[in-house]
């Protein structure tokens, strides 16, 4: 079946409008993850997804972040009033079981995000 | 807290050789999970190769293996026969699977790998 996919895979926006990507996991998994991996940086990780609900969003640089997830399927990760720093490569994973556990997860291409 | 450290930055190695990626991690807990990834240029992270911390053996997958040492906590990744099309960044990533955050995956920071012709 199909991997993760992810939209657009190339965003460019001028600072301060909002911008919205879109992960959409593997047929089937429950869990969702979102990461930023900024220029020359490893994975940071940002929210989970296990079924609609996300227990934690500890990981969300600031509250202008905000992810939602529909029908147990589809994330949207927003960014409202977008600064430079938020320039990244943001990842998305999908895993089959419950957020916890070894469960591998498996990533999408990735949205480039450049805010100018 | 957990911790994974890459601390070979960049690797180069001949076309059809072997080579070792090093990997070392910091856990208290028993029971966890050792990842490794390929970043090509394309950006999408390939999963590769999985070792939990109670498997006996090292984990294998084609031309991939894992130098799995517990007690030096090390889990390096060992690719024989290179290819060109491995020439990427190679991410060591660890999970608890029992502790608070174990939905989440702990990244090194990379060993980019460039196979020569």
């Known amino acids: 079946g199909a991997g993760v996919s992810q939209s657009p895979s190339n965003k460019v926006t001028e600072k301060g409008k909002d911008v919205e990507l879109r992960c959409d996991p593997i047929s089937g998994h429950t869990a969702l993850y979102w990461y930023r991996q900024s220029l020359g940086q490893g994975l940071e990780f940002l929210i989970y997804f296990q079924g609609n609900s996300a227990p934690d969003k500890s990981g969300l640089p600031s509250d202008r972040f905000s992810a939602e997830r529909t029908g147990g399927s589809v994330s949207t990760l927003t960014i409202q009033r977008t600064q430079q720093e938020d320039s990244a490569v943001y990842l998305c994973?999908?895993?089959?079981?419950?957020?916890?556990?070894?469960?591998?997860?498996?990533f999408g291409p990735g949205t480039r995000l450049l805010v100018l | 807290a957990q911790k994974i450290t890459q601390t070979q930055p960049g690797m180069f190695v001949q076309e059809k050789e072997a080579v070792t990626l090093d990997c070392t991690y910091d856990t208290s807990d028993q029971s966890y999970g050792l990842f490794w990834y390929k970043q090509p240029s394309s950006g999408e992270m390939i999963f590769l190769i999985y070792q939990g911390s109670y498997d006996e053996q090292n984990a294998t997958e084609g031309r991939y293996s894992l130098n799995f040492q517990k007690a030096r906590k090390s889990a390096n990744l060992v690719i024989s026969a290179s290819q060109l099309g491995d020439s990427a960044m190679y991410f060591c990533a660890m999970r608890d699977p029992w502790g608070d955050s174990s939905y989440k995956l702990i990244f090194g920071s990379g060993t980019r790998l460039l196979v020569r012709p």
């Open positions: 994973a999908s895993s089959f079981g419950p957020a916890g556990g070894v469960e591998t997860q498996y």
